[in-house]
C-alpha cells in the first residue's frame, strides 16, 4: 500500500543488545534511556546518511569548526572497548508520517 525507504540508525555499542532482543523504539522522555536530544520531537530518528548516524554510535563526538562553513565537519569515535561502531540498515514504511528535516528523519 506505501512505499519503502532505506535508512540508518546508529546507536552506542551498549545499546544493541537491548535493540536486537526488541526492536528499535523510541525512547524520547524515558529517564536513563534517551541518551541524545529529541530536537525534532519524539521517535526513532534515522537517516539517509550513513555518516550521519554514526554519530549516534558512539558516546564522544567531536566537532572541527573552520571559518569555512562547508569544511565544518563532525566527527564519531570508535568504542574504546571495542573499537567498533554499529549500524542499522532500517526499511520504514513511508506512509506520509516520517518527519524528513534534511538528513535527519525522525519516525513515529
Known amino acids: 500500500k506505501y512505499p519503502t525507504v ?3 540508525h546508529g546507536s552506542r555499542t551498549e545499546n544493541w543488545h ?7 523504539r523510541t525512547m524520547s522522555g524515558k529517564h536513563g534511556l534517551q541518551l541524545n536530544g529529541a530536537v525534532h520531537g519524539p521517535g526513532v530518528y534515522l537517516s539517509p546518511s550513513g555518516a550521519r548516524s554514526l554519530l549516534y554510535s558512539s558516546e564522544k563526538k567531536t566537532s572541527c569548526f573552520k571559518e569555512n562553513r562547508s569544511e565544518n565537519m563532525e566527527y564519531f569515535q570508535l568504542d574504546p572497548q571495542t573499537g567498533s561502531a554499529i549500524l542499522a540498515l532500517c526499511e520504514v514504511i513511508d506512509d506520509g508520517r516520517i518527519q524528513k528535516h534534511a538528513d535527519i528523519w ?3
Open 106 to 108: 525522525v519516525a513515529p
Open 18 to 24: 537491548r535493540i536486537l532482543r526488541e526492536g528499535i
Open 6 to 8: 532505506f535508512a540508518f
